[in-house]
């Protein structure tokens, strides 16, 4: 007597009965007879998306690099476009003294030009006169002479160092003989002011800044020298400690520097700013400088002078104005001074120009004035001599700049080319289909990634919009332009053999040549424009060299404005008609566009490929719910099949049951 089972299994909710009553493996039959139908039409469907996909990634890498090279060869605003007129008209300016630099740009001419200058521009100042604010080096009370046995101090003259020994110091004399011994002869003064302090002063002229200080936390020296705490020990006032309320302090003059409120109110150039007592020179200055007034305020640690100086040059009281507000008088105590502007006086070749600044362009050429060219000299009589050494400034083409401009474009031509024809010569290999998911699973990511470079070859393999784009630019390279009798292989550039497929070389000596005899006729073959009105409705009368109209244009106005157009502007049209996201005049954009878009345009999902990767999705969709349909009837008949025969098993083992126990 057999007895049977039945086997149930639960996938995504679904409870089927998958048992061994009929002895067959259901889940193997179903999963074989699904991965049959996978393969009729859903793997198909599958490698026909990777295959769309892949062909719109291969195209928009070539809308890529079509744009870039447009973008750069192209543009009216780059520096390496062989459309913009001025690149091809380039020249240097060198000058034969530094008195006075010079650059050249496209509007210049070839040649020389003899340059004087008797006067500079400058700026105008206000000032405190010449009068210095810092004080100098000086004690605070008498010195003590009567202790300085083994003492010393450490005095410093323009940042150098020396040490005094005051071991033998017992009078103001011997302190000034200690002091040369340290620093040598007739170099700093030592003396007693009224209050009977000591006073260090520069007797060299050539000595700017003098500090003193002690030689160590042990040696008493400079304290018994009556330098202590509330002495000046430097004659540079340390404009970031010391504050606007110090200042008074500083100054020689009887006046007291006065404040209103413990403010001090400066009106600049109708601008008025307020400055707390107890901000820093520094942060004074700082915040003028900052107020985009049109001076600059320093403090000159050589002359002690605050000095506020107009940011224009030129005569005029107009470009700088200061005064007092409220019941302050620093400007009037600090910037009492005022020194007028003064214009530029120069003469090129001949010509006299007077001018409020120091740099000036005169055809095409900019002139810096740095120096004067003259010379002043008075005799022993008193009679004063005027001489003038003028400077030559010369002009010349730059032809290697040109050449360089020239060139670099035929190098990336090449390279884009070169780049286009391996694409549409590539073969691709059926052998090598884009891999399905089952196929997938029996892989390494390393066989995979090899296979899938290998089915990604020949995507673009003769696209007829690729093969006309080249074909076009070999075109627009021979085809004369209308008016002009020089032609690209005149200058010394010309296309290889055929199997070159359109390669451009140069002729480094006929093409210098020809830069350096007419290089705006070069000009002309490059960036030549139309001249003919268009006719087409929506821009009639337009100029056709305008690149505004042309995705506007029809036909008969888009053939007129080729033939009387440079190469260059043959290349934009040609390139805008692939790459361009602007619409023409049958409302469509670039070819290439409209086949597979690109980023950041409204084309990034409006355009063929898309369109057709977005069926491929909706079919693959609908086939994968067929599968899922397919999938569960089987499992229902499958499950009947199991149940009808366990239910047989059933009733033979109740029957055979039976007639074993009549027998």
């Not at 009556?226 to 006046?255: E, I, K, P, Q």
Request: hydrophobic share 30%.
């Amino acid at each position: 007597m057999s007895t049977s089972s039945i086997t149930t299994s639960t996938v995504n909710g679904t409870t089927r009965i998958t048992g061994l009553s009929s002895g067959l493996d259901v889940d193997g039959i179903v999963e074989q007879l699904i991965t049959a139908e996978k393969a009729k039409k859903l793997d198909s469907l599958e490698q026909d998306l990777q295959t769309a996909e892949w062909t719109q990634e291969a195209y928009r890498s070539v809308i890529s690099d079509l744009t870039d090279f447009e973008d750069t060869y192209f543009s009216t605003t780059s520096s390496s476009s062989i459309m913009k007129a001025s690149n091809f008209l380039q020249y240097t300016a060198t000058s034969s003294d530094d008195a006075v630099t010079v650059t050249a740009s496209s509007s210049a001419s070839a040649g020389s030009h003899t340059v004087s200058v008797t006067a500079l521009a400058t700026e105008a100042t206000y000032s405190n006169g010449g009068t210095s604010i810092s004080l100098d080096v000086q004690g605070s009370e008498a010195a003590d002479y009567t202790s300085l046995s083994g003492e010393s101090f450490v005095i410093s003259l323009d940042g150098t160092d020396y040490t005094v020994d005051l071991d033998s110091v017992t009078d103001l004399s011997s302190l000034q003989s200690a002091i040369d011994d340290a620093v040598g002869s007739d170099k700093i003064t030592v003396s007693e002011n009224a209050s009977g302090y000591l006073e260090i002063t520069a007797e060299d002229d050539g000595i700017q800044e003098i500090t003193v200080s002690a030689t160590s936390s042990s040696d008493s020296g400079l304290t018994d020298l009556g330098f202590g705490d509330t002495a000046v020990l430097s004659n540079r006032l340390d404009t970031s400690t010391v504050t606007l309320a110090d200042l008074s302090d500083y100054l020689t003059s009887s006046t007291d520097l006065t404040f209103t409120n413990s403010q001090i109110a400066l009106t600049i150039n109708g601008t008025t700013l307020y400055f707390d007592e107890e901000d820093t020179i520094d942060e004074m200055m700082e915040e003028v400088n900052d107020a985009d007034l049109g001076v600059t305020m320093e403090y000159d640690e050589l002359t002690g002078e605050f000095v506020l100086t107009a940011e224009e040059t030129g005569a005029g009281d107009s470009t700088l104005t200061v005064a007092d507000s409220g019941s302050g008088n620093f400007a009037s105590l600090l910037l009492g001074t005022y020194t007028a502007g003064t214009d530029a006086e120069f003469s090129i070749d001949g010509e006299a120009y007077t001018r409020s600044d120091n740099s000036v362009t005169i055809d095409g050429v900019t002139y810096t004035l740095n120096a004067l060219t003259t010379t002043t000299t008075t005799d022993s009589s008193g009679n004063v001599t005027t001489t003038d050494d003028p400077l030559t400034v010369t002009v010349t083409q730059d032809t290697d700049g040109i050449y360089e401009l020239i060139e670099n474009f035929v190098e990336a031509y090449n390279e884009l080319i070169a780049t286009l024809n391996d694409l549409v010569d590539e073969n691709s290999d059926s052998d090598y289909p884009p891999l399905t998911d089952a196929e997938k699973e029996d892989m390494t990511d390393e066989q995979i990634t090899a296979w899938e470079a290998k089915a990604q070859v020949g995507l673009l393999e003769s696209d007829s919009t690729i093969e006309d784009l080249l074909s076009d630019l070999r075109t627009a390279l021979i085809d004369s332009v209308s008016g002009l009798t020089l032609s690209l292989s005149d200058i010394g550039i010309t296309t290889g053999d055929y199997d070159e497929e359109g390669t451009l070389t140069i002729d480094e000596t006929t093409l210098t040549s020809a830069i350096a005899s007419d290089p705006e006729a070069i000009m002309e073959l490059f960036t030549q424009t139309a001249t003919s009105t268009a006719t087409t409705s929506s821009v009639e009368g337009d100029s056709l060299g305008s690149n505004s109209v042309l995705r506007s244009l029809n036909a008969t106005d888009l053939a007129t404005r080729y033939e009387e157009e440079g190469i260059a502007y043959r290349f934009y049209d040609l390139l805008e008609s692939v790459v361009s996201t602007s619409r023409d005049s049958a409302g469509n954009k670039g070819t290439l566009i409209e086949k597979a878009g690109t980023e950041s345009d409204a084309s990034e999902s409006d355009n063929t490929l898309s369109s057709l990767i977005e069926k491929y999705e909706e079919e693959i969709e609908d086939e994968e719910d067929r599968l899922d349909e397919l999938q569960e009837t089987l499992y229902d008949k499958y499950t009947t099949l199991e149940t009808y025969i366990s239910t047989m098993n059933s009733q033979l083992s109740a029957l055979s049951s039976l007639l074993g126990s009549s027998s």
